[in-house]
């Protein structure tokens, strides 16, 4: 079972997500800010992090994504932001993934449709180790299984 920490200020946004990948066979985590965030990405390895922007201040979901990115334990983990800044700040423009600025898989605008940050989670997550032992070439000849 793959584990998603949910990283939002948001009780009800963190409720209503976690019910969702829960339903969807998922285990979750979850943090109120990024340094809470950090500890746990750190500590409990999980699959998947989804991001919220804006909590204790206007970038702290930024710089929390930069931080995972520079630890050694924590910079393999797919990083998912979902945000709301853009509506809130009325910035004309939308964020894209930026291995520097913001270093994440991909970005998803609040309000959320649940259909659409399931395929984002498919999509972000490395394969099970069972499709990837799948995708390896058997040996085709008794002498090349001996060696």
């Known amino acids: 079972m793959k584990t998603i920490l949910i990283v939002d200020d948001d009780p ?3 409720e209503s997500t976690q019910a969702l990948l829960q339903e969807h066979d ?4 979850s943090a109120q800010n990024g340094t809470e965030a950090y500890q746990k990405a750190g500590c409990q390895r999980p699959d998947l992090i989804l991001l919220d922007v804006m909590m204790a201040h206007d970038t702290e979901g930024f710089e929390t ?22 509506k809130a700040k009325r910035i004309p423009f939308r964020y894209e993934p930026d291995e520097d600025w913001l270093p994440v898989h991909a970005v998803i605008e609040k309000p959320v449709l649940p259909d659409n940050l399931l395929s984002a989670i498919t999509a972000a997550l490395p394969p099970n180790e069972g499709d990837e032992r799948s995708c390896r070439s ?5 002498k090349e299984n001996e060696q």
Do not use: C, H, Q
Not at 26 to 29: A, E, G, H, I, S
Not at 74 to 80: E, L, N
Not at 138 to 142: A, C, D, E, F
């Open 26 to 29: 998922y285990r979750t985590l």
């Open 138 to 142: 058997v040996p085709s000849t008794r």
């Open 65 to 86: 994504a930069r931080r995972l990115r520079e630890d050694t334990r924590t910079m393999d983990i797919p990083i998912i932001m979902i945000t709301g800044i853009r």
């Open 12 to 14: 009800d946004f963190l």
